[in-house]
C-alpha cells in the first residue's frame, strides 16, 4: 500500500472518470466529519451550530453596515 | 451517524458545479492521493479555496446548486437540513474548515486559504473535469 509520503512526487495514474468511478462507491462519513471553526471550535451538536450561526449573523449585519457606509 | 443507504459519491457532479461556478479549488486529501496512486480508502471529498470573498460567494452559489446541508455531529441529515443555515460568503469565511452534505453524495469538505499555491506542492491539470493536486500549501 502507498501512503501520501510516496505519492506526493509522482504524476496522476489515473484518468478523471477512473477517479470518479473508485470514489464512487466510497465509504460514508464519520461522525467527526464535522465544520470546524476558526477558533476550534466542532459544530457537533444543533447547540454550537446555533450558537455560530447567531454569531453568522452579526457578522453579517456587520458587513451590511459597512457597505452602506461606503455607498 | 454513518448513512451507507446515501446516495453514491458522485465525485464528477461536485467536480463539474465547481467548475461551472468558476470557484477557484483544488482537491485535496484522500481523493487526491488516490489519483496520484494511493491504496487507501475516502470519504469524503476534500478541498481548499481561495479566501477571497468573491470566489467564497461563487462556492455559495455551487453548494445551493448542489442542495448542501451543514454536516453536524449528532444530527441526521435531514435533521440538519431544517437548520437556517444561509449559505453565502460569510458563512463560509467563518469557519476555518466547513463540512457538508450534498446531492452528490460524499461530504465536500471546504478549507478556505488566503492563497493557492500550485508551483511545486500541488499539480494540477487543466482538461475539463480534472482538477487535483497532490498537496496544498495556503497562506
Known amino acids: ?71 | 451517524m454513518s448513512d451507507p443507504d446515501g446516495p453514491p459519491h458522485d465525485l464528477g457532479r461536485l467536480i463539474e458545479v465547481l467548475d461551472r461556478h468558476g470557484v477557484e479549488y483544488l482537491m485535496v486529501g484522500g481523493v487526491a492521493a488516490i489519483g496520484y496512486g494511493a491504496e487507501r480508502p475516502t470519504e469524503d471529498a476534500d478541498c481548499v479555496v481561495r479566501r477571497e470573498r468573491a470566489n467564497l460567494n461563487r462556492l455559495a452559489d455551487a453548494l445551493r446548486e448542489l442542495n448542501a446541508r451543514l454536516r453536524v455531529g449528532g444530527m441526521t441529515d435531514v435533521e440538519a437540513q431544517m437548520l437556517p443555515v444561509q449559505i453565502d460568503g460569510t458563512t463560509l469565511d467563518m469557519a476555518s474548515m466547513s463540512t457538508w452534505m450534498t446531492d452528490a453524495g460524499p461530504p465536500l469538505i471546504c478549507s478556505p486559504v488566503w492563497r493557492l499555491r500550485t508551483a511545486t506542492w500541488c499539480r494540477t491539470r487543466s482538461w475539463p473535469g480534472e482538477r487535483w493536486c497532490s498537496g496544498a500549501m495556503g497562506s
Open chain 1, 1 to 71: 500500500m502507498r501512503g501520501y509520503s510516496e505519492v506526493m512526487a509522482a504524476q496522476p495514474v489515473m484518468s478523471a472518470e477512473e477517479l470518479i468511478e473508485r470514489v464512487r462507491q466510497a465509504a460514508p462519513p464519520t461522525p467527526d466529519d464535522v465544520t470546524i471553526l476558526w477558533d476550534g471550535r466542532r459544530l457537533d451538536s444543533r447547540e454550537a451550530v446555533m450558537e455560530w450561526l447567531t454569531e453568522v449573523a452579526a457578522k453579517r449585519a456587520e458587513e451590511a453596515i459597512g457597505a452602506d457606509v461606503r455607498s
